[in-house]
């Protein structure tokens, strides 16, 4: 990943670590609410991968907010 893309996705990682900090859950039991592996939670955050809109819908829905409140600021 390069420019742009690498940006956005250290972004989203830093947003998700937040909140999942924010509510005292563990990578491991941000896996479970959202229904993906706990090393993905772990690449996400770190910003090593990309992440595609289901994945982006199911951690939104684990926070329990909509789309557009889980990528505001990304």
Same mark, same amino acid.
């Given at each position: 990943? &390069? =420019?742009?893309? *690498?940006e956005?996705?250290?972004? #989203?990682?830093?947003?998700?670590? *937040?909140?999942?900090? !924010?509510? =005292?859950?563990?990578?491991?039991? #941000?896996? &479970? ?8 939670? *772990?690449?996400l955050? #770190? =910003? ?10 199911a ?12 990528? !505001?600021?990304?």
């Open positions: 990943m &390069v =420019g742009m893309a *690498s956005v996705c250290t972004a #989203l990682g830093q947003r998700i670590r *937040s909140l999942r900090r !924010k509510r =005292g859950w563990r990578q491991l039991d #941000l896996a &479970v609410q959202a229904g993906i592996n706990e090393n993905y939670v *772990s690449d955050e #770190l =910003g090593r991968k990309e992440v595609c809109l289901n994945t982006i819908q951690l939104a829905t684990a926070f329990g907010m909509s789309i557009a409140e889980f990528m !505001k600021g990304i």
